[in-house]
C-alpha cells in the first residue's frame, strides 16, 4: 500500500469511539478492539469497510438467513451461523492471514477469547480456510459477546470465538464477516 494513513492510539480509540465507521449501524465495537490496527485498515480500504457495515445496517434478525452472503466478490463476505456453542476445551483457538474477522453474535449468549501467552500451532496454515489452530496451556482472556456489540480479529489476534456462556449452551446465530486485510 502506498500512502498507508498510521494512527496515534489517541488518535485511533477517538475515530473508534466516534462511530465514523459505522455507517449507520447501530452495533458497538467491543473495547477489546485494536483501535490502532482497525482505524488503519478502515483508512487504508474503506470502500470495503464501508460495504460491510451498510450491509449490517440494511439487515434485519430476518433477512440474514444461514449461509454465505457475497457483498464484495472475494474481498467481503458474511457467513450467517446456527449452532450451539461449545465449551472452551472443545473450541479450537485460530488465526488468518489474508481475512480480518468481525464476530457479532445477535442471538445467545457466548464468550469470545483471544489467547495472551505463547500458542503452539497444532497443524500448518491452511490457504483454502485462511485458518491456523492453534493450543496453548497459557491464559485465554474472554469477552461476553451480547447482540450490541462486535468483536474484530486481525492477523496478529490468536482467538477462541464461540465459547459457550451458560450450562446448558444455548443456540446462537452470529454474523461472521472476513475483510480482506491490507499488508
Same mark, same amino acid.
Given at each position: 500500500?502506498s500512502?498507508?494513513?498510521?494512527?496515534?492510539?489517541?488518535?485511533?480509540?477517538?475515530?473508534?469511539?466516534?462511530?465514523?465507521?459505522?455507517?449507520?449501524?447501530?452495533?458497538?465495537?467491543?473495547?477489546?478492539?485494536?483501535?490502532?490496527?482497525?482505524?488503519?485498515?478502515?483508512?487504508?480500504n474503506?470502500?470495503?469497510?464501508?460495504?460491510?457495515f451498510?450491509?449490517?445496517?440494511?439487515?434485519?434478525?430476518?433477512?440474514?438467513?444461514?449461509?454465505?452472503?457475497?457483498?464484495?466478490?472475494?474481498?467481503?463476505?458474511?457467513n450467517?451461523?446456527?449452532?450451539?456453542?461449545?465449551?472452551?476445551?472443545?473450541?479450537?483457538?485460530?488465526?488468518?492471514?489474508?481475512?480480518?474477522?468481525?464476530?457479532?453474535?445477535?442471538?445467545?449468549?457466548?464468550?469470545?477469547?483471544?489467547?495472551?501467552?505463547? !500458542?503452539? &500451532?497444532?497443524? =500448518?496454515?491452511?490457504? /483454502?480456510k485462511? %485458518?491456523?489452530? @492453534?493450543?496453548?496451556?497459557?491464559?485465554?482472556?474472554?469477552?461476553?459477546?451480547?447482540?450490541?456489540?462486535?468483536?474484530?480479529?486481525?492477523?496478529?489476534?490468536?482467538?477462541?470465538?464461540?465459547?459457550?456462556? !451458560?450450562? &446448558?449452551?444455548? =443456540?446462537?446465530?452470529? /454474523?461472521?464477516? %472476513?475483510?480482506? @486485510?491490507?499488508?
Open positions: 500500500m500512502d498507508v494513513k498510521t494512527f496515534t492510539p489517541a488518535e485511533a480509540k477517538t475515530w473508534m469511539e466516534s462511530r465514523a465507521w459505522a455507517n449507520g449501524w447501530d452495533v458497538n465495537a467491543d473495547e477489546s478492539i485494536n483501535a490502532v490496527e482497525f482505524a488503519t485498515q478502515y483508512a487504508n474503506k470502500e470495503a469497510w464501508d460495504a460491510l451498510t450491509f449490517l445496517k440494511n439487515s434485519t434478525n430476518e433477512s440474514l438467513t444461514a449461509g454465505k452472503h457475497e457483498i464484495i466478490p472475494g474481498r467481503v463476505w458474511v450467517v451461523l446456527e449452532y450451539t456453542p461449545k465449551d472452551a476445551e472443545h473450541t479450537k483457538i485460530e488465526s488468518h492471514e489474508n481475512f480480518i474477522d468481525l464476530q457479532w453474535t445477535f442471538v445467545g449468549e457466548e464468550l469470545m477469547g483471544v489467547a495472551t501467552g505463547k !500458542v503452539i &500451532p497444532t497443524g =500448518p496454515y491452511d490457504p /483454502v485462511d %485458518k491456523t489452530n @492453534y493450543t496453548t496451556e497459557e491464559e485465554i482472556v474472554y469477552s461476553p459477546a451480547p447482540a450490541d456489540r462486535f468483536f474484530l480479529y486481525f492477523p496478529c489476534d490468536m482467538h477462541q470465538p464461540s465459547v459457550t456462556a !451458560v450450562e &446448558p449452551a444455548v =443456540p446462537s446465530r452470529k /454474523v461472521v464477516g %472476513k475483510i480482506e @486485510y491490507k499488508k
